[in-house]
Structures are given as structure tokens and as C-alpha cells.
């Protein structure tokens, strides 16, 4: 293992002791180590570095400055070991990101979206819970602030019903916290657990709250799938938009409100 290489994994090792993931940025950095030992250079220079990030030829001038980005952040790091580290300048190759505006959901936006969540057709009977599971995660989502990979790593074992609390674990940052719940909440969520358990009596018990008819996780592709289905059959979306209100953008309600308990009394 050369001594960049090297390097390299200490620098990964030590940022995501910190609680930093960087999955794509940690894949980008070991390929620049790479692509310099190709070369034969044994540091960083701004030419290589500049010739790395810009590989690929047909994509966004944005995903060349954030390649850019990952050796950047590196080679900061490591100048103070090897002082023959270039260290590329910011606004090599500039660029604006681009941040998608946030949509805030009304009141009657989540109605409609949760009420269309119940009326999704049922084709089989291992199916018979998808609408009522899918009502209470978009549900859960518009009340708590919660990120869909948190809402979808919830486990049983975080609900405290009686304290009306979720114990959200392995936040973006690594840590965690407790979020409260509404009464009303918390009666959803034990209909659904209930319904669950008394129709999957056969399957082996799963320690998550959002499931398949599998008893796995639900996969986040199909969520985005439901969602957009849903919200192009309410008119959050038009029929051939590829854009519009994303289930992300209702960590951006200026309220906190309360999952409707009238609709699901007819599931």
C-alpha cells in the first residue's frame, strides 16, 4: 500500500469516526489515490487533480467541482504531513448549486395525500395492509419532521407508547434523538402494529415498523414510487411532471400537525 493510500484511509477513518458517512466522497477519493499512482505521482497536484474530477465529459460543471471538492477537503488534511501537497483553489471550477425550493404542505394537501393512501387498490390478500402502512408513514413524515431513512430504520422498539415518544437512532450525524408524538399518532401507529401482527401471525416477526407484505423493510424506491403515484391522483403533481412537492419537503411544514384518526376509522 503506497503512502497516500494510506493517507487516504486514515483521513476516511478519522472523518467518519466523526459521524461524517461520505459514501460518494470516500469512493471519489480512493479512485483519485488511483488514478495518481497511474500517473506516478507520488502527492497532490492541482493539474492531476483538475484532470481527475473532470473525467467524466458528459455531466453537470457541479458534479466537477464537488469531485474537485473531495480531494480539496483531502488535501488540506494532508499538507500539514506532506508539505509538497498542492491544495486545488476554491473556484477552480466554480459553479451555482442549485437547491430545490421546498414545498409547504396545507393541511388539506396531507388529507387528501393520506386519504388517497387508504383508497390504493388491493389486488391480493398479502397486500390488504399496504394502504394502511403507507398511510402511516406519509402520516408519520407530516407530523414529526423525520427523515424518510429515519422513519424507515424505526424500529418497534423505539415507540415508548406510553410516553408518547419516538427514539430516533443513527440521525445524519450519527447521533440520536427523541421526538414527542400526539396522541392520535401514537393510536395510528399501534392499529397498524396490531393489524400486522394479527395478519402476519405466521411470518416471522419483524423488528420494523414499515414493512412489506415481505416482512422487509420498506425499499425506498417504492416509497418514491407510492408517493408520486399518489400525488400526480391528488393534484400535487400534474400527470407527466417530473418534478414537484417531495416527501422531503415535509420536514418543511411551518406546523406540526396531527395524523387524522376520522379516515382510517373506515380501513
Known sequence: MSALRQAADDYLAMRHGLGFKLR????GLIDFVGFLEANGA????????LEWAQRPLKTQPSNWAKRLSFIRGFARHHVATDPRTQIPPDGLLPF???R?????YSQDDIRRLLSAALEMP?????C???SLTYYCLFGLLSVTGLRLGEARNLKLSDIDFDAMVLTIRGTKFGKSRLVPMHESTCAVLQDLIKRRQRHCAAMAASPYVFTSYKGNRLDPGDIHRTFYALSRRVGLRGIDDSHGPRLHDMRHNSECRIIPSDAIAAA
Request: with cysteine; glycine share 4%; hydrophobic share 30%.
Open 42 to 49: 507520488p502527492f497532490i497536484t492541482t493539474e492531476l487533480a
Open 100 to 104: 430545490a425550493r421546498p414545498y409547504l
Open 96 to 98: 451555482r448549486p442549485k
Open 24 to 27: 460518494q466522497a470516500g469512493r
Open 122 to 126: 388491493c389486488r391480493y390478500p398479502c
Open 128 to 130: 390488504e395492509l399496504r
